[in-house]
Each structure stands twice: as structure tokens, then as C-alpha cells.
């Protein structure tokens, strides 16, 4: 499932870049990508430096990404929760692109009205013995407070676009940005409640061992706030806990339908 996210999370991000999308199957992603992206993410600021003042237009590379383990081939890049090139991407985003508004494209002579959808794409760690992140993303209309999960999912079908379409108005929302971030907090709340947490019990295990052992190695007073601040370091490393993170979002303005 996480894999699927992730997946449906990149092709977003490079269609919302205008990059074209070469190959798209599951577990794997080729993009052509702009000027613009190339200068973002692969690392070349020579290259561009040199042919912009030669003159030249230059060449921006395409990037293939592996998002199914099962799928490396050892020629293109893995991409993972965790890895450099996804900070990569979510740092871009922080820096460019946290927040946006869209309309949805409405080729109509009808007047049609768009509803205002808050959409979020939160990163979910889960830190403890063992790392793990997850990307979620939820819509919630706010007019009448219908709430979707996988909201990029159905966005990726939709043509959207900065301005509005002809004929078309927009819907005033009856609930408040900061009421809406509560409903979907309160949702991821009890998203995560509902997981398996073996992995925080097996932490907080392992914690309390190496704790029992390090208490072995210290046998006087004397040695005490050296300990103690082992002890704390430990508690650091193991003490399991669960971190939400906005990484973009903005409101989407859609046809009713939606």
C-alpha cells in the first residue's frame, strides 16, 4: 500500500511540474524532465552555467524511479521512504510549493459552480527501534464536510489549472480552514489508532534491555550522572512516538462531481 502512495505521490508531483511521463507502470516511473526540474534535482549547476552562456538551450535529463524493492535492476535509481532523492522532492516542495490554489478545467457555455476542497499530503513518521514513513493524502470539502482519503488519486484525472474557467463561479466554504485541519487531524488520529503497534511495544522492549545492561556496567554513586545520561540517550534513540507533517496542500476548487 505504502508503495502504491508513493507511486501516485511522484506522478503528481512531475505532472504538476510539466514533466512528461515516459513510462508508468506499477513500480516504476520515467520522466522527462524540464529545465526547471533538472536544475531542482539532478545536481548540475555547471552544466547549465556553461551551455546558458554558450547559448545553447540545453538538454535536461530524463530520471527513471523504482518505487517496488522487488523491481531494482540496478541500472535506475530506488526511491523510498527514507531516501535521499524522496528528501529531495519533499524539500523542494517545502521551499517552492507548500501551498497552492487550482481550478479544476470546465470546457462548458453552462454556468457550473466549483466547491473549495482542502487538500493535504502529509508525511507520517513513525520513529522508534525502526523507521518508518508514510504519505497520505486527504481531501475535505468545505462546504459540506465530505472527506476523501487518496485525494491525489482522483486529482491526478482532473485537468486543473491557476485561473478559473468561463462560465464558472465559485462556492463560499461554510467551514474554516483552521476547523477543516481539525477534522483531518482528527482523522489521522484515529487512522494511526487503528494500526498494528507491534513495532512500538518491540521498542520500547528493546529500550528497557539495553537499559537493564547498561546498569550492570555502573556500580557506584560516583558514576551516576554519566549513566544517567546514558540512560537518557537511550531513551532518545528508543522511546517509540508518531509525527504528522504537512508537506503541501492547498485548495482545489472542483465541479460538484467531484
Same mark, same amino acid.
Given at each position: 500500500m505504502a508503495i502504491r502512495k508513493l507511486h501516485t505521490f511522484l506522478?503528481?508531483?512531475?505532472?504538476?511540474?510539466?514533466?512528461? $511521463? $515516459?513510462?508508468? %507502470?506499477? #513500480?516504476?516511473l520515467t520522466v522527462q524532465l524540464t529545465e526547471e526540474m533538472d536544475r531542482a534535482l539532478?545536481?548540475?549547476?555547471?552544466?547549465?552555467?556553461?551551455?546558458? &552562456?554558450? #547559448?545553447h538551450p540545453g538538454e535536461p535529463k530524463q530520471l527513471t524511479l523504482i518505487t517496488d524493492p522487488e523491481k531494482r535492476d540496478g541500472k535506475h +535509481?530506488?526511491?523510498h521512504y527514507g531516501s535521499p532523492r524522496l528528501h529531495q522532492i519533499v524539500n523542494h =516542495?517545502? +521551499?517552492? +510549493?507548500?501551498?497552492?490554489? =487550482?481550478?479544476?478545467?470546465?470546457?462548458? &457555455? %453552462?454556468k457550473t459552480s466549483l466547491f473549495p476542497? $482542502?487538500? /493535504?499530503?502529509?508525511?507520517?513518521?513513525?520513529? #522508534?527501534? %525502526? &523507521?518508518?514513513? +508514510?504519505m497520505v493524502s486527504i481531501g475535505l470539502q468545505l462546504v459540506n464536510g465530505v472527506m476523501k482519503l487518496k485525494m491525489m488519486d482522483d486529482l491526478q484525472t482532473k485537468p486543473m %489549472?491557476? /485561473?478559473?474557467?468561463?462560465?464558472?463561479?465559485?462556492i463560499s466554504p461554510m467551514i474554516k480552514l483552521q476547523s477543516g485541519f481539525k477534522r483531518i487531524e482528527k482523522v489521522l488520529k484515529t487512522y494511526v489508532e487503528d494500526q498494528d503497534h507491534d513495532w512500538a511495544e518491540a521498542s520500547l522492549k528493546t529500550m528497557e534491555e539495553e537499559i537493564d545492561l547498561l546498569r550492570h556496567f555502573y556500580k557506584t554513586d560516583a558514576e551516576n550522572d554519566e549513566m544517567k545520561k546514558e540512560i537518557d540517550d537511550i531513551k532518545k534513540r528508543y522511546s517509540p512516538y508518531i509525527a504528522f507533517e504537512v508537506v503541501n496542500g492547498g485548495i482545489f476548487y472542483l465541479k460538484n462531481e467531484a
Amino acid at each position: 500500500m505504502a508503495i502504491r502512495k508513493l507511486h501516485t505521490f511522484l506522478q503528481s508531483y512531475f505532472t504538476a511540474h510539466h514533466c512528461e $511521463l $515516459l513510462h508508468n %507502470q506499477e #513500480g516504476v516511473l520515467t520522466v522527462q524532465l524540464t529545465e526547471e526540474m533538472d536544475r531542482a534535482l539532478m545536481n548540475r549547476p555547471f552544466y547549465w552555467h556553461y551551455i546558458k &552562456k554558450m #547559448g545553447h538551450p540545453g538538454e535536461p535529463k530524463q530520471l527513471t524511479l523504482i518505487t517496488d524493492p522487488e523491481k531494482r535492476d540496478g541500472k535506475h +535509481e530506488w526511491i523510498h521512504y527514507g531516501s535521499p532523492r524522496l528528501h529531495q522532492i519533499v524539500n523542494h =516542495l517545502r +521551499e517552492h +510549493e507548500k501551498y497552492t490554489k =487550482l481550478f479544476e478545467r470546465v470546457d462548458s &457555455k %453552462q454556468k457550473t459552480s466549483l466547491f473549495p476542497w $482542502l487538500v /493535504t499530503n502529509i508525511k507520517i513518521s513513525y520513529q #522508534g527501534k %525502526q &523507521k518508518k514513513d +508514510e504519505m497520505v493524502s486527504i481531501g475535505l470539502q468545505l462546504v459540506n464536510g465530505v472527506m476523501k482519503l487518496k485525494m491525489m488519486d482522483d486529482l491526478q484525472t482532473k485537468p486543473m %489549472q491557476n /485561473t478559473i474557467s468561463d462560465y464558472c463561479y465559485t462556492i463560499s466554504p461554510m467551514i474554516k480552514l483552521q476547523s477543516g485541519f481539525k477534522r483531518i487531524e482528527k482523522v489521522l488520529k484515529t487512522y494511526v489508532e487503528d494500526q498494528d503497534h507491534d513495532w512500538a511495544e518491540a521498542s520500547l522492549k528493546t529500550m528497557e534491555e539495553e537499559i537493564d545492561l547498561l546498569r550492570h556496567f555502573y556500580k557506584t554513586d560516583a558514576e551516576n550522572d554519566e549513566m544517567k545520561k546514558e540512560i537518557d540517550d537511550i531513551k532518545k534513540r528508543y522511546s517509540p512516538y508518531i509525527a504528522f507533517e504537512v508537506v503541501n496542500g492547498g485548495i482545489f476548487y472542483l465541479k460538484n462531481e467531484a
